[in-house]
Nanobody
Framework: QVQLVESGGGSVQAGGSLRLSCAAS????????MGWFRQVPGKEREFVAA????????DYADSVKGRFTISRDNAKNTVALQMNSLKPEDTAVYYC???????????????WGQGTQVTVSS
């Protein structure tokens, strides 16, 4: 199983940008679909973005389309989430996820990171 560690979270004002990174270890991610989810206390974890193993399949939640960009570097075993035009409603703990199947990633990914806090103030 792949181990995932997120970084890059922090506090930013509305309209600002943050870049989250996810470093994988234990296995190469070159054959994994990778994604990002987020969770607010008291609410269910929600899908944010996903990218297939080759980078050709990409999917976003409607709430982040046009503002967030997911990317991957298989050689470095990393995945990134560039977040622009941040809004207070983007405040959440962001989790990196991995699964062998792209279609399964949005539901029940096989691997999760520990999460990184993103706080957007108005």
């Amino acid at each position: 199983q792949v181990q995932l560690v997120e970084s890059g979270g922090g506090s930013v004002q509305a309209g600002g940008s943050l870049r989250l990174s996810c470093a994988a270890s234990g296995r190469t991610i070159s054959t994994y679909a990778m994604g990002w989810f987020r969770q607010v206390p008291g609410k269910e974890r929600e899908f944010v973005a996903a990218i297939g193993w080759s980078g050709s399949n990409i999917d976003y939640a409607d709430s982040v389309k046009g503002r967030f960009t997911i990317s991957r570097d298989n050689a470095k075993n990393t995945v990134a989430l560039q977040m622009n035009s941040l809004k207070p409603e983007d405040t959440a703990v962001y989790y990196c996820a991995a699964d062998a199947l792209f279609l399964r990633l949005r539901g029940t990914p096989g691997s999760w990171g520990q999460g990184t806090q993103v706080t957007v103030s108005s």
